[in-house]
Nanobody
Framework: EVQLVESGGGSVQAGGSLRLSCAVS????????MAWFRQAPENEREGVAS???????MYVDSLEGRFTISRDNAKNTLDLQMNSLKPEDTAMYYC??????????????????WGQGTQVTVFS
C-alpha cells in the first residue's frame, strides 16, 4: 500500500525557514517523479516543486529560488527546504507521487498518490 506522510510544518515568522519531509512507503523515492503542492484558503492547489528520478527539478516561478526540493533515497523521503518565508507562503503543503517516470512537472493530473498535508503558517 502506498502511503505519503508529511511532517515539518508549523508557524514561523516571515524571513524564517522550515524543512518539510514526506515519508514514503509502498515504493522507493528513486522510482517515481515526486512533487510538493500547496493550497491556501480559497485558492486552488498549485504546484510548488517537482523532482524526477534523474534529479531534475522544477519550481514555480514565484518562489524566486527560496525553496529547494530533494530526495533521500536511503531514508525514502522527499524534502522541501523553505527559506526566506513570506506570509503568502502560508498554505497546506502536500506531497505527491506520480505512478511512473516523468520529467518534472507541476501538473496536478500527473500525480496519483497524495499525502494528507502539513500546515505552514508564516506571520509578519
Amino acid at each position: 500500500e502506498v502511503q505519503l506522510v508529511e511532517s515539518g510544518g508549523g508557524s514561523v515568522q516571515a524571513g524564517g525557514s522550515l524543512r518539510l519531509s514526506c515519508a514514503v512507503s509502498g515504493f522507493g523515492t528513486r522510482d517515481y517523479t515526486m512533487a510538493w503542492f500547496r493550497q491556501a484558503p480559497e485558492n486552488e492547489r498549485e504546484g510548488v516543486a517537482s523532482l524526477d528520478v534523474d534529479g531534475r527539478a522544477m519550481y514555480v516561478d514565484s518562489l524566486e529560488g527560496r525553496f529547494t526540493i530533494s530526495r533521500d533515497n536511503a531514508k525514502n523521503t522527499l524534502d522541501l527546504q523553505m527559506n526566506s518565508l513570506k506570509p503568502e507562503d502560508t498554505a497546506m503543503y502536500y506531497c505527491a507521487a506520480a505512478g511512473g517516470h516523468y520529467y518534472p512537472t507541476l501538473s496536478e493530473t500527473t500525480y496519483h498518490y497524495w499525502g494528507q498535508g502539513t500546515q505552514v503558517t508564516v506571520f509578519s
